[in-house]
């Protein structure tokens, strides 16, 4: 099985790269599952009932996303709906939506860290209770975190226990691509699918600004050409180790 996963959608920009690669990347590849992480795709920041569908329709087949997925009130009861999006599996209890989802044989899981970005339930003892529960053999980690170091650690926690584990928060794509020992596939940052001329996928000088003054800017989503980010995964169906993974980088004006 071939499986997807793409970087934080940055605003109308990251979500136009969508609608006019995700077609013929499924087709290039034969890819059988697209997983997309939506939290900055309204604006720049969280997700709202509109957005979501554009990216669903454009092929997406699963939406996760990390700490902004809250930013839009309107998108709270169809967390609870059959649309497929994820929110942080490691919310307390009484959040709404969930925190995994199965699709045919795959389960993708929504996780977000704690160092650095904010007070979580334990992603560590979250999988772990998670993973006593699913029969499925595939199954792909989202992991939204901060640092590094909690990245790899959570690759190597759950190494030989899912089929990836891809990180997604900081928007700067890593070139540690690897299977590790157990048969993981591991990234610790896919990058995102957003403005390349921006800080991040915001406006280069609002951002600049804010570093130069320290005071609150508005900051707008960046402009020009733009990059979609990915990892691809190839999992042996019936194990559900990993046989392959790979970068995707694909630019559109």
Request: aromatic share 6%; net charge negative.
């Amino acid at each position: 099985m071939l499986i997807l996963a793409i970087g934080d959608v940055i605003g109308k920009p990251g979500r136009k790269a969508l609608n006019q690669l995700l077609p013929s990347l499924r087709r290039q590849y034969g890819i059988d599952l697209i997983i997309v992480n939506g939290e900055n795709a309204a604006g720049g920041i969280g997700l709202t009932l509109d957005t979501a569908g554009e990216m669903l329709d454009a092929g997406t087949d699963v939406l996760t996303s990390g700490n902004h997925i809250w930013m839009h009130r309107e998108i709270y009861p169809y967390l609870d709906s059959d649309m497929p999006i994820l929110r942080p599996l490691n919310y307390p209890p009484g959040v709404p939506g969930r925190g995994y989802l199965v699709i045919g044989k795959v389960a993708v899981v929504n996780i977000i860290g704690r160092v650095f970005i904010g007070d979580f339930d334990c992603p560590f003892r979250a999988m772990d209770a998670l993973l006593s529960e699913l029969e499925e053999k595939i199954i792909i980690v989202d992991f939204h975190a901060e640092a590094t170091s909690e990245k790899v650690a959570m690759g190597r926690y759950l190494d030989g226990r899912v089929s990836a584990v891809v990180g997604t928060h900081t928007h700067v794509g890593t070139t540690d691509t690897q299977i590790l020992p157990r048969g993981t596939a591991y990234v610790s940052d896919i990058g995102m699918t957003g403005p390349l001329d921006s800080v991040i996928g915001d406006d280069t000088d609002a951002a600049i600004q804010r570093f130069l003054t320290s005071m609150p800017h508005r900051l707008s989503v960046g402009r020009g050409k733009t990059a979609l980010n990915g990892i691809l995964v190839k999992v042996d169906d019936d194990t559900g180790k990993a046989l392959s993974i790979e970068r995707i980088s694909q630019e559109v004006e």
